[in-house]
């Protein structure tokens, strides 16, 4: 049975100054001439960044150093194992993230019962949606053993998350990170799953922004905010009179938590203008004009041919979550538009290189 979700905030002052700031920074980022090359290797980074800060929250123990040794498999930290399938389920997940917004698919029940099971998948990419808890748990201090949040009891769980993708399908007309914030609140104080739920909401939230468009070529880590300052974040989405869901959380008005996230999505899109405005200092050569008359999946797809020289239309279809006739279609067509060249002309094995004219792209 659907629960109607109905939150309580206030769209104050500092929530509309910092909604303008996000507009101004992901303008501006957009119009800056940034070769695919250098922004391959910040959007990397910046997905290290996200891994590495999203599962440090939740107790990670593994540097920045590692994550990429781990997720590389060029490194094993014996007694870390489980830090080391955190940080493998966590990227395979915000992989799978930047597909689904390629791919504008809808936020569904089963897509976030797909990213949980992501998230606790040690990295593998083939998994079942998980299905929501069927018993209590809570939320403790990890050093008193206190209760510091009772979430609501599992016959409702089911219920609630229906009401919230309800809830997201009637008010895609809101300003899209207001729609993550209240989301990403309301996912925590669900509590859908025994663990997981953290980093579920992160990526979930991650999504609704990209799906948006404001995934600014994929370069922020709201993470990292975050983690910067946890204090204030378990503060900020920690609201009600009462640790008990059913004592005051769920008609909190929630006003303090969505001032706090969006404040961190100002302050992550003016840090990516920063790192874009250095790198277009340090570039050689101007490429925007070329770049410009891209559309975002030839330009997510310029990802690919950083790491190989002739692709085939499978790795498009992976890349972007299209089945085979679908990425064989796309493919076709980018070749009619001049974008592909056809090396291998087989119907079995069709491979593809870019054209001359935007090879220089990736110098």
């Known amino acids: 049975m659907l629960i109607k979700f109905a939150p309580t905030y206030s769209i104050t002052p500092s929530i509309m ?26 959007r990397e980074t910046a997905r290290l960044f996200t891994t590495h800060y999203s599962t440090m929250i939740e107790g990670n123990r593994l540097n920045p150093d590692q994550v990429a040794e781990v997720l590389k498999h060029e490194g094993h930290f014996p007694g870390r194992e489980r830090d080391e399938h955190e940080v493998k389920g966590y990227y395979a997940a915000l992989t799978q993230v930047e597909k689904w917004a ?24 083939h998994t079942k949606p998980t299905k929501y808890r069927d018993g209590q748990n809570a939320i403790r201090d990890s050093r008193t053993r206190a209760i510091v949040y009772m979430p609501p009891v599992a ?3 089911q219920g609630l998350m229906s009401g ?12 899209c990170p207001l729609v993550a914030s209240i989301v990403h609140y309301q996912f925590a104080t669900i509590h859908p799953y025994y663990d997981g739920n953290g980093r579920t909401a992160r990526l979930l939230t991650t999504l609704i922004l990209h799906l948006g468009g404001y995934d600014l070529k994929g370069l922020y880590s709201l993470e990292e905010y975050y983690a910067r300052n946890l204090g204030a974040y378990y503060e900020a989405i920690s609201i009600g009179p009462s640790h008990n869901y059913y004592m ?16 961190g999505m100002a302050v992550s899109f003016e840090n990516v203008l920063r790192h874009l405005s250095t790198a277009q200092n340090q570039q050689a050569v101007d490429q925007s004009a070329i770049i410009r008359t891209l559309d975002p999946r030839k330009r997510k797809a310029l990802e690919l041919f950083q790491e190989f020289e002739i692709i085939t239309s499978r790795q498009i279809g992976e890349l972007f979550g299209f089945k085979p006739r679908s990425s064989a279609a796309l493919c076709l067509r980018w070749v009619k538009e001049g974008f592909l060249e056809v090396v291998d002309a087989s119907n079995k094995g069709r491979k593809y290189k870019l054209s001359a004219h935007y090879k220089k792209l990736l110098r």
């Open 17 to 42: 100054n910092n909604l303008l700031r996000i507009e101004v920074a992901k303008e501006r980022a957009l119009m800056l001439p940034v070769t695919p090359h250098i922004l391959s290797s910040l």
């Open 102 to 125: 390629a791919s504008h698919v809808p936020i569904t029940e089963k897509i976030i019962q797909t990213l949980h099971a992501l998230v606790m998948s040690n990295g593998k990419i």
């Open 155 to 157: 016959k409702d769980v």
């Open 164 to 175: 919230m993708i309800a809830w997201i399908k009637t008010n895609m007309a809101l300003p």
């Open 248 to 263: 005051g959380r769920a008609e909190a008005d929630i006003t303090k938590w969505i001032e706090y996230f969006i404040e």
